[in-house]
């Protein structure tokens, strides 16, 4: 009885030995992911700025077309009356 008393408290031992680097590594582990979503949510915040950016910047080209063409238009318009 007494062994096995004595190879109880060995083994529980060891346990504890190795429950503190596990608990290390599992700590590790957790800030490992926050620090992995964190990148995530910075990445499509930044793909979403991005997006806004991109769809202004074709808004005001959109705009920019439509008067240049109202130029054009205008200026085809005035040459056709001079031709006349």
Same mark, same amino acid.
């Given at each position: 009885?007494?062994?096995?008393?004595?190879?109880?408290?060995?083994?529980?031992?060891? /346990? =504890?030995?190795?429950?503190?680097? $596990?608990?290390?590594?599992?700590? *590790?582990? #957790? &800030? !490992?992911?926050?620090?992995? @979503?964190? /990148? =995530?949510?910075?990445?499509?915040? $930044?793909?979403?700025?991005?997006? *806004?950016? #991109? &769809? !202004?910047?074709?808004?005001? @080209?959109?705009?920019?077309?439509?008067?240049?063409?109202?130029?054009?238009?205008?200026? *085809?318009? #005035? &040459?056709?009356?001079?031709?006349?």
């Amino acid at each position: 009885m007494q062994g096995n008393l004595d190879r109880l408290t060995d083994l529980t031992g060891e /346990l =504890r030995r190795q429950l503190k680097p $596990l608990g290390r590594q599992a700590e *590790v582990a #957790r &800030r !490992a992911q926050s620090v992995q @979503a964190d /990148l =995530r949510d910075a990445t499509f915040r $930044l793909a979403a700025d991005d997006l *806004v950016t #991109r &769809r !202004a910047e074709l808004a005001d @080209a959109e705009s920019v077309r439509e008067r240049l063409s109202e130029q054009v238009a205008a200026a *085809v318009d #005035r &040459r056709d009356d001079l031709a006349s």
